[in-house]
């Protein structure tokens, strides 16, 4: 039976398998989603849910801003800023697991 835990109760090794499957789940999600654009099949606005915003919680700012991962595995590499008044933009650096709903 499939226990459900919160992220702080993950071990290390729990963590690092939760955002390998992570990754693997957007990856497919963008090669499916790429595979229909190539057969000129046209996706709705909501890309059908094949995109991958991030859901983390900034302290003091809200949810982050990151519109879609676009990393290798490891943490997020799409530029966001955090305070859109203040430059430079930076990466969100959330892990994969922060850009699946749940």
Not at 77 to 89: A, E, H, K, Q, Y
Not at 93 to 100: E, M, Q, T, V
């Amino acid at each position: 039976m499939f226990k459900h835990l919160s992220r702080e109760d993950l071990t290390v090794e729990q963590s690092e398998v939760l955002e390998k499957a992570a990754f693997l789940i957007i990856s497919a999600r963008k090669e499916a989603a790429a595979m229909l654009a190539r057969a000129s099949v046209q996706l709705p606005d909501d890309g059908f849910g094949f995109g991958s915003p991030c859901h983390a919680h900034i302290e003091g700012h809200g949810n982050c801003g990151c519109p879609d991962y676009t990393g290798d595995g490891g943490t997020c590499l799409t530029l966001v800023t955090v305070d859109p008044g203040f430059p430079p933009v930076r990466s969100c650096g959330h892990p994969p697991s922060k850009h699946l709903s749940t």
